[in-house]
C-alpha cells in the first residue's frame, strides 16, 4: 500500500494555485517492488537532472579514490584522510541505491534506477540491489516490529546485539565469495594486499558501521522519548552540513524519510515542516 500523501488544505492561497498546473504534468510511477511487497510510488513533475548529477559526483569521487589508492599512489600522511573520505563516499554509494529502491533517484526511469542501484551496490561491497530491496520494503512496511530486517526485537536499545544482526542479515555467503574473487583480481591486476585492505576494505566496514549507527541504530532504537506515530522512526536534532557528514541525511532526516520514502536525501531538509505537520499519519 502506497504511503500516504495529504490532500492540499483549501484556502492555502495563490502559490498552490499557481502550482497546479505544474501538478497537471505530475507523473506517478511504481518502482519495481517484488510480488508481496510494499510499493512506493513517486509523484515527480519531471525527472530533475539534481540527483543524477549528485549521483554521478559520488561516484567519481569514490572511482578516483578507490583507483588511485588501489593502483596509483603511494601510502603516505595523507592516506588517512583519504580513507576517511572514502568511507563517506561508499555511505554516499549506498544512499544512492537507496534512493534507486525508492525510484527516487531517477523519477519515472525504473531502468535507469534498477542499474545505478545494482552498480552502486556491487561498487560499494558487492551487495546484491535485488535482495536489498525487499528487505528495505519490508522494512518500510513494518518498521520496528519482529519482521522488520534493520531492527532487533530482541535488544531494542544495544548498539552490539543489532549491528551484529543488521551485518548478518545482508551478507551471505555468495556476497562473501564474490569479494573475494575481486579481491583476488585486484590483486592480479597488481594491487598490494595493504591497499585493497585500506582503501576499499576499511572503508566499506567503516561505512557499515556510518548507515548502522546513524541511519538505524539512531532513528530506530527504544529510548525515553515516545515514537510519535506507527513509523517508529525519529529524526536527530543535526546542522545542516552534520546532518549530509553523518549519513547523507538519513540520520537527521529518517522520521521525514518514513513519511515521505519516495523523497531523494538532498530534499529531506524541506520536508522537514511538511513531515511536522504529519505526525501520526
Known sequence: ??????????GEGNAERSGARERERTCRVATFA????????????????????????VAAAWATIHIGGLFVWRLGWWSAPLILAQAWLSTGLFIVAHDAMHGSLAPGRARVNLWAGRIALRLYAMLSFDTLRRAH???????????????????????????????????THLMLALITVRIWVYIALGAAPSHIVLFWGVPSVLAVFQLFYFGTFLPHRHAEDIFTDRHNARSN???????VASCFNFGAYHHEHHLFPDTPWWRLPARRQRGADLVGS
Not at 5 to 10: A, L, V
Not at 34 to 54: D, E, K, N, Q, S
Open 1 to 10: 500500500m502506497p504511503p500516504r500523501h495529504p490532500s492540499p488544505e483549501p
Open 34 to 57: 517484488p510480488r508481496g511487497h510494499i510499493a512506493t510510488v513517486i509523484t515527480a513533475a519531471r525527472p530533475a537532472p539534481t540527483g543524477i548529477a549528485l549521483a554521478a559526483a
Open 137 to 171: 520494503f519490508e522494512h518500510h512496511r513494518r518498521p520496528g516490529s519482529d519482521t522488520d530486517p534493520d531492527f532487533h526485537p530482541g535488544h531494542p536499545r544495544a548498539f552490539v546485539p543489532w549491528l551484529i544482526r543488521f551485518f548478518g542479515g545482508y551478507y
Open 237 to 243: 536534532a543535526m546542522g545542516r552540513w552534520a546532518a
